[in-house]
């Protein structure tokens, strides 16, 4: 079946520090992958997607680069804010159009 | 803008008594989910509805149920409510049932039970 699997967190940072999230999967046919963010008492927001082999998603200073020979799709951003203050879910969806989620990553940056 | 509405976003119910959260889109999107997301976990499927029709998942227990009386609306029915069940409900819709469609959530319901 498929899953996914995120680095466990939480994760405590300064402003301007780098941010890096590790995401892997398994799939059984050729995924799309995603990465949606949620912020306090709030629902998921999409973040970026990639749906084949070496795409790359961007979005507000965030990137994650679908790589199909480590089954990986981490998430990066080079200067994170407070504001970025979130739990980070990957997502796959395969042939059966279903969202398998990881755990999600609590992330908090500090000013 | 076009998005995903839950109400309310804050449900407080008796053990047992039957509530009802509901979801409006104005995406015009052919397909509405419905999860539970308990706290510190990733959301969990219930069901969806791909246009009128009703798929659910096989671990649902019996006690969840949903309508949709048209495109924008869907709602969750809970008929008996446990301890168990109070969870953060996520609405989302997407435009069709294909695994590139990315899924567009709504803020969710609070649900909590006395």
């Known amino acids: 079946g498929n899953s996914v699997t995120q680095m466990e967190g939480p994760v405590t940072l300064s402003e301007e520090a780098f941010l890096t999230i590790n995401c892997t999967y398994t799939?059984?046919?050729?995924?799309?992958l995603f990465w949606y963010v949620q912020y306090p008492g709030e629902g998921l927001q999409l973040l970026l997607k990639a749906t084949k082999a070496d795409d790359k998603g961007s979005n507000k200073g965030f990137e994650a680069t679908y790589r199909k020979e480590t089954t990986s799709f981490h998430l990066e951003k080079g200067s994170v804010q407070v504001s970025d203050s979130a739990v980070y879910f990957c997502a796959l969806s395969d042939s059966d159009y279903k969202l398998s989620f990881g755990a999600g990553t609590t992330v908090t940056v500090r000013a | 803008d076009a998005m995903v509405i839950q109400n309310p976003r804050y449900q407080v119910t008796q053990f047992g008594k039957p509530v009802t959260l509901s979801c409006s889109q104005t995406?015009?999107?052919?397909?509405m989910y419905w999860y539970q997301q308990k706290s510190s976990q990733a959301p969990k499927l219930l069901f969806h509805y791909y246009d009128k029709d009703f798929n659910n998942e096989a671990d649902t227990p019996d006690n969840f149920q949903s309508r949709r009386p048209n495109t924008s609306f869907c709602f969750l029915d809970i008929r008996s409510p446990g301890l168990g069940d109070a969870a953060m409900y996520l609405c989302?819709?997407?435009?069709?049932?294909?695994?590139?469609?990315?899924?567009?959530f709504g803020d969710g319901t609070r649900l909590s039970i006395l």
């Open positions: 995406l015009n999107h052919n397909v």
């Open positions: 989302a819709t997407s435009y069709r049932r294909n695994s590139n469609q990315p899924q567009h």
């Open positions: 799939a059984t046919g050729y995924p799309s």
